[in-house]
């Protein structure tokens, strides 16, 4: 209303009497509202409100008060706590976007079948002593559809491999982990998976004496045993892979490929001390 007085006082020439009195408010309030100025708190949290929605519309909604406050207060050398950020993102109406929930999927016939090692004991002192591992199905063009194969590090989070493929197969799953291996010697981590037919494989099973590495499965129906991959297939996806709508598989890959870059590097966690995977690898 003042906003609309002082427009038409000075675009207009209308009188501010006549035009306070019309919104029927004293001329004293509205002298008052002239000359007030925000106070350096006030501009300080307007400062920080755009550069939320600068951030927000950047990572296009996939932020919530928490990672907001980790790369925000990270980018501005700031220490501003979660109750700042999350009245900030309320007050301007911004969520992050919601998760699926994970479609389930048949069991198929078992061969090597392993235990449960892992036992939801998803705590490692160091780099390559505990993975996890799992395939996810990504949809493209008129219900085609990819399939994801990934294996995370549970000492950091990071995806120390990925394989994208027009095929669930076992050589899906064994390419994964001959990526995995790249570049690595004289490690043998507990490798969890479920107990899907590329796990319980003959195949996977000489992998394993191969490279030497303990395997662990999760027991039937149990999704939560594997936790860690599941958890990053849920953030993928929300942050990601749910926001877009893909013709190819290329569009898809090449979603994938950007995403896990950004997972890798740029997605600080307050669980690694406000580190992203890749540095808090770097720092053990």
């Not at 209308?14 to 009195?21: E, M, N, Q, R, V």
């Not at 390419?175 to 494989?201: E, M, N």
């Not at 030497?212 to 990601?240: H, Y």
């Given at each position: 209303?003042?906003q609309?007085i ?8 209308y009188a501010?009497l ?5 919104a029927?408010i004293?001329r004293s309030?509205?002298y008052k509202?002239l000359?007030?100025?925000p106070?350096?708190?006030e501009?300080?949290?307007l400062?920080?409100a755009?550069e939320?929605k600068?951030r927000y519309?950047?990572?296009?909604g996939?932020?919530?008060?928490r990672q907001?406050?980790i ?8 220490t501003y706590?979660?109750?700042?950020y999350y009245?900030i ?20 016939t078992e061969?090597?079948?392993?235990e449960?090692v892992?036992?939801?004991d998803f705590?490692a002192a160091?780099p390559n ?7 996810t199905e990504?949809?493209?063009g ?9 294996i995370?590090?549970?000492h950091?989070?990071?995806v120390?491999s ?6 669930n197969?076992n050589?899906l799953v ?6 995995a291996y ?19 494989s003959h195949e996977y099973n000489r992998l394993?004496?191969?490279y030497?590495?303990t395997?662990?499965?999760s ?6 045993d594997?936790?860690?991959i599941?958890?990053?297939w849920?953030t993928?996806?929300a942050?990601s892979?749910?926001l877009k709508?893909y013709n190819?598989?290329?569009?898809v890959l ?10 890798n590097n740029?997605?600080?966690t307050e669980?690694l001390n406000g ?8 720092a053990?």
């Amino acid at each position: 209303m003042y906003q609309a007085i002082q427009e038409l006082h000075i675009e207009k020439g209308y009188a501010i009497l006549a035009l306070c009195k019309l919104a029927n408010i004293a001329r004293s309030a509205y002298y008052k509202w002239l000359k007030w100025k925000p106070s350096n708190r006030e501009l300080e949290r307007l400062s920080l409100a755009k550069e939320v929605k600068l951030r927000y519309d950047k990572r296009k909604g996939i932020l919530g008060y928490r990672q907001m406050r980790i790369q925000l207060n990270r980018k501005l050398k700031k220490t501003y706590n979660k109750k700042r950020y999350y009245g900030i993102m309320r007050a301007l109406g911004l969520k992050a976007v919601i998760r699926r929930k994970r479609p389930s999927y048949v069991r198929a016939t078992e061969t090597h079948v392993a235990e449960n090692v892992m036992n939801r004991d998803f705590q490692a002192a160091a780099p390559n002593l505990k993975w996890c591992t799992d395939v996810t199905e990504l949809k493209y063009g008129n219900g085609r559809k990819s399939y994801l194969s990934a294996i995370i590090d549970v000492h950091d989070n990071s995806v120390v491999s990925w394989v994208l493929s027009h095929s669930n197969n076992n050589k899906l799953v064994m390419d994964t982990v001959k990526k995995a291996y790249r570049g690595k010697r004289g490690i043998t981590p507990l490798l969890h998976s479920d107990r899907g037919f590329q796990y319980t494989s003959h195949e996977y099973n000489r992998l394993k004496v191969k490279y030497g590495f303990t395997t662990s499965m999760s027991r039937v129906s149990r999704c939560l045993d594997n936790q860690p991959i599941e958890r990053f297939w849920g953030t993928f996806k929300a942050e990601s892979f749910y926001l877009k709508k893909y013709n190819t598989y290329d569009e898809v890959l090449e979603d994938v490929r950007n995403y896990i870059r950004y997972y890798n590097n740029y997605r600080y966690t307050e669980r690694l001390n406000g580190l992203s995977p890749h540095e808090y690898r770097r720092a053990a």
